[in-house]
């Protein structure tokens, strides 16, 4: 069956899916300098989402590598651990969380190619627009949002996901050598890094409800009622294994949260709402509105108010110096103005007694930590 599917489908002989192919592949992986790599995941089709494939490129292959095959996908830890081998990501964010989550694995030697792109000033950054603009290759943005977890992968999918590894090295090759020529390799560099290490917090014991957005600026017991839709939206998800927005939506649930309806009757007044989803959901809603509604006064919610500081006048010109400083910076440079220097930071640096070096990154400080301490001084 495996030499049927691999003779009607040529991109499935790139698919790695037993340990002796893998232990194989990276035998030959760790003898490289540089490899590139995405990962594909089902978070828009199921509850708990996993990676459902990692694509690898090395100057002379690209392989795809099936974590949901019976193969220990940790076999590729000691390749990303290794400092001597550059690991190519477009984006790397989303990639380094979900490694970490399912495998443990951790990344050594990271270089970001959306980073690189950001810092030569690009205006389109996606991977898309640069193999486009770069080598007149287009991706098939269908597939962006493909039920990676489903089997066997058409051809299509395939050829799909190795384009997106088949060109970052030599994306990442012109991307370096523009980067010397500016003098901001080190920047990217010190950029990438800081992402290889971020990580999925941790939401154990928090209210749901707090990380809602627009979650500030409702009240208490909207808030209480809120938290009571969420959890039954989220069981709902649970058990249909899909992600809790194919339940219900954020804007109906903030919706039934202010409006707050006691029956049926009033549910139907609520605009979003269809007689099908009233009929499935709807003793079910009402019973989250009745229990949000129940809850103690001194058991509500309460949201921290995340407000920017007062500033005093002298913290206030010192911002405002920053400010214009910023838009100088970011044009004599060519780069977006949060890259330069976002306002958090600016107004930490116009705080009394702020230490300039724990602030800024060493790019910011070999760049223009001088300017910055002549301003705030």
């Known amino acids: 069956m495996q030499n049927k599917n691999k003779a009607t489908n040529p991109a499935a002989a790139h698919l790695v899916t037993d340990q002796k192919t893998l232990d194989e592949l990276v035998e030959r992986l760790s003898k490289e300098s540089v490899l590139a790599f ?38 590729l830890a000691p390749i990303f651990a290794n400092p001597a081998i550059k690991k190519i990501f477009h984006g790397a964010d ?26 030569l000033g ?32 058409s051809q299509e999918m395939l050829e799909y996901a190795m384009k997106d590894t088949s060109l970052l090295i030599e994306l990442y090759r012109q991307l370096e050598a523009e980067l010397v020529a500016k003098g901001r390799l080190a920047w990217v560099e010190e ?12 939401r154990e014991g928090e209210l749901m409800c707090l990380r809602f957005k627009g979650a500030n600026k409702m009240k208490a017991r909207e808030l209480a009622v809120l938290e009571e839709l969420l959890k039954f939206r989220d069981e709902k998800a649970r058990i249909a ?33 269809s007689s099908k989803l009233i009929e499935r959901l709807g003793r ?39 400010k214009i400083w910023r838009e100088a910076k ?40 001088d300017e910055l301490a002549s301003l705030i001084s």
């Open 122 to 153: 690009e205006s389109e950054f996606g991977l898309a627009a640069l193999l486009k603009k770069r080598f007149g290759v287009e991706l098939d943005k269908r597939y962006q949002k493909a039920d990676w977890s489903k089997r066997p992968f």
């Open 94 to 119: 989303y990639d380094m969380r979900s490694l970490h989550r399912d495998f443990g694995i951790e990344v050594v030697n990271l270089f970001d190619t959306m980073i690189a792109s950001q810092f």
């Open 330 to 369: 970011s044009a004599q440079l060519g780069l977006g103005v949060g890259l330069v220097a976002n306002n958090t930071l600016l107004e930490a640096l116009a705080e009394p007694g702020s230490s300039q070096n724990a602030l800024l990154k060493r790019w910011q400080r070999e760049a223009f930590g």
């Open 38 to 75: 995405d990962l594909e995941a089902d978070s828009l089709h199921h509850y708990t989402e996993k990676v459902c494939l990692i694509q690898v490129s090395s100057p002379s292959e690209t392989r795809l590598i099936d974590p949901l095959a019976p193969i220990d996908v940790r076999a």
């Open 191 to 202: 950029e990438s890094e800081l992402v290889a290490g971020v990580r999925s917090p941790s």
């Open 241 to 273: 294994d899909v992600p809790p927005f194919r339940i219900l939506s954020n804007d109906l649930l903030r919706e039934l949260a202010e409006k707050q309806p006691r029956s049926n009757f009033e549910l139907v007044g609520i605009h979003t709402m």
């Open 284 to 322: 079910g809603l009402l019973q989250a509105i009745a229990n949000g509604l129940a809850a103690p006064q001194d058991k509500l919610p309460q949201v921290q108010a995340n407000r920017r500081p007062v500033l005093d006048r002298l913290q206030d010109e010192k911002v405002k110096r920053l």
